[in-house]
């Protein structure tokens, strides 16, 4: 963050040059690294959601991940809607803390989180074609997931019981009307688990398509919701 603090002796990340008392800079809220504000600009990205900079060579270690929201800027002079840019704040902070795992690992910590619901999302491109791939990717696992997203399954719903998986039961919403690929989602439900559809929630159109259920047997006896979203690449809304 910007600072003006008395620097004494501290040399600019950027220029090389000294830092005087009156000089403002930035520091690098991973390595603390400082920089005249000019230099800052640019050096060090800044995120406009918990206002902190990064220089790059940090930016450069952080491991990729989908995040559109963590470089969220709004014009200064208009006053976001406080209430929903705390929500994109708590959006933006959960996509920061994913992490990446080895099949190993993540066979492991489904073993752990036996009593916790695990979800798996698979962007299927078609169910027709790799169905097959699917199932059998999760018998070489062994993975005891309580949920199977799926994405783009190009079915409809009155055909979902060509497509089982043993110890699930499914949902399915019908892809567009009219459209023959890049539509229609499933959920596939561990046979232990009660569920229902929230109908309110469930949508297809051509720039959203949503399908969302409870879980209403959870081990603390709290139902839970849990959806699978899609966005169409030709979506502009």
């Known amino acids: 963050m910007m600072d003006t603090n008395t620097r004494q002796k501290e040399i600019c990340h950027g220029c090389s040059k000294q830092i005087l008392k009156h000089h403002t800079f930035a520091v690098c809220s991973y390595c603390q690294k400082i920089c005249h504000s000019k230099c800052a600009n640019k050096l060090y990205s800044f995120n406009f959601t918990d206002e902190t900079w990064t220089c790059w060579e940090c930016s450069s270690l952080d491991e990729p991940r989908y995040n559109p929201f963590k470089a969220l800027k709004y014009d200064k002079y208009s006053q976001p809607d406080n209430e929903n840019f705390s929500e994109i704040h708590k959006i933006e902070n959960l996509l920061s803390g994913c992490k990446r795992h080895s099949l190993d690992d993540l066979s492991n910590i489904v073993t752990q989180s036996n009593k916790q619901i695990s979800i798996m999302f698979n962007n299927i491109d078609g169910v027709t074609s790799n169905f097959d791939t699917l199932t059998t990717e999760l018998t070489l696992k062994n993975e005891n997931l309580s949920i199977i997203a799926l994405a783009e399954t190009n079915l409809d719903e009155c055909n979902k019981n ?9 949902t399915y919403q019908s892809k567009m009307s009219g459209k023959h690929k890049g539509s229609g989602l499933a959920l596939y439900v561990r046979e232990s688990l009660l569920f229902s ?39 502009d809304e």
């Open 197 to 235: 559809e929230l109908g309110l929630y469930n949508q297809c159109s051509p720039n959203l398509e949503s399908l969302f259920i409870s879980i209403n047997n959870t081990s603390d006896q709290s139902p839970v919701t849990i959806g699978v979203l899609y966005r169409p690449p030709s979506g």
């Open 162 to 170: 060509l497509f089982n998986i043993k110890g699930y039961q499914s």
